[in-house]
């Protein structure tokens, strides 16, 4: 059961996220083209510093979710509606927080950016309204928490990802017909007020008993509070790079740099919602069955690196020729500055187990040290290196706040206070995974000149040439390290018995 609501969360979730990620992109490429590259790079900067405003949430949706894992399975829905009427109270607070934030952001927003032809009072007032759209959708976050919990957010979903459609496709026109960022802000505004409604009417058909207004059990605030640390990190590591840009170097250069990062994120938000779909499936496992961890997190382990091989090497080879057609040779980086691009893929991805079973197994103050550690390192390596390297010294700081902090201490953690195992098995297990990425990129290296991409046609041709030589020689190698059991998940079971499926057995 765990399994299937895990690829249903993924199939309503992620799938569409993909044809609304393509639609993003070329979102982007019209307003380079009919507003104007300062707007775009504004518009950027604006995502970026949206998510600290979101900061304000503190970690509560992790720590109620968290909180829900038990109660859940021991249906006691009365324990679950005052965790969630807890969690009302603090959200409608926090809105109020976020709002206040995002007014002091939008009067000192002109200390972010170097230089621009826009003016102060047009860059405030797209800003505010970005504001607006992005923190009311707060106010309905303990219905989708519940979901999520349940293992059911597929149950809502579907919708908000069809809203997310519409929104992307209308944007495309506003820009084309009017020329105006102001329209798409406004339109974020109505999208954000129907979906919250969606969710809400869905919400109390899904769940009858659902009282909000009952008595609060606050028992979540203390993983709360040790949330704080984790999500200063992750705004640290996923937001500090548009802003360092935008500050010493300018917003065109920021428009290089998310150039790439689009597509990275994109793919790292996919691969994300692929491998955390089972998140409240794996805590509801260690709640049940704490004995199956550790088999379950080198399995998942498995698994990502499996997901990252297959997605990054040819991403490698693929992702400049696309921004040379896409936006122009101007906004292509070199060959080490796209190998770190790359690796920030790679290592999101396999990054992904450790939040997995840190938020399932609710380690969040134990693992503060290596926020901490990443904080440190990704801004003192990053405001030293822009000023020799530009953008490559930014990714190369944040490539090396990753491993030191994550890498070589989250594992250990785990293993002290959930596997109870020796740790070396894992590490064990990564070195037979990298030799099989660094084979894979030497032999395309090679065999990359078999086609001159100079049209997008020959780019898909080119692409799909080396995906499909790395997938064949990545699940060749899976199966001779005897590493490829996680298949039995994704495949159903009437064709298991089948012969061509029995290499996984």
Known sequence: MRTKKAILNFV???????????????????????????????????????????FADFGLTSAVCYSLYAPIANNDEEKVNRILSGAKHVFNIITVIMFVIGIALTLGINFFIKETSLSLSFIQICFFMMVISTVITYFVASHTILFDAEQNKYQYIRYTQLLAFIKVVLEIILVIAF???????????????????????????????LNLKCERDMSFWQKTKELIPHKVGSLVANNIDVLIISKFIGLAKVVTYTSYMYIINTLTTISYKLTSASLAGIGNLLVVDKNKAYDKFLEY????????????????FAISPFVSLFYGSEYVVGNVTCLLFVFLVFYNII????????T???????????VYLEIAINVTLSLILIKYFGITGVILATAIAY????????????????????????????????????????????????????????????????????????????????????????????FKDKKIFTFIK
């Open 301 to 316: 382990n498995s698994f990502v690196f499996f997901l990252a091989t297959i997605l990054c090497v040819p991403l490698y």
């Open 360 to 370: 399932a197994a609710g380690l969040f103050k134990e693992t503060i040290i290596c």
């Open 179 to 209: 020329k105006n960022i102001m329209l798409i802000l406004i339109l974020g505004i109505i999208i954000s007020i129907i979906q919250n409604i969606i969710i809400v009417a869905i919400s109390k058909k899904r769940h009858k008993n």
């Open 12 to 54: 309503y979730d992620a799938l569409p996220q993909i044809v609304i990620s393509i639609l993003g992109f070329l979102r982007f490429k019209f307003i380079l083209s009919y507003i104007g590259e300062d707007v775009l790079g504004i518009y950027q900067l604006f995502i970026q510093l949206m998510a600290y405003i979101t």
């Open 351 to 358: 990054r992904t187990i450790f939040n997995i079973f840190v």
């Open 403 to 494: 491993i030191i902090s994550e890498f070589i201490l989250k594992p250990s953690i785990l293993n002290k206070h959930i596997f109870n195992d020796k740790i070396s098995i894992y590490y064990k297990d990564c070195l037979f995974y990298l030799f099989i990425v660094i084979i894979n990129i030497i032999l395309v290296y090679f065999s990359q000149n078999i086609l001159v991409v100079s049209n997008y046609f020959n780019w898909i041709l080119y692409s799909g040439i080396i995906f499909i030589l790395n997938l064949i020689i990545t699940i060749g190698y899976y199966i001779m390290i005897k590493k490829i059991s996680f298949f039995n998940r994704l495949i159903p079971n009437k």
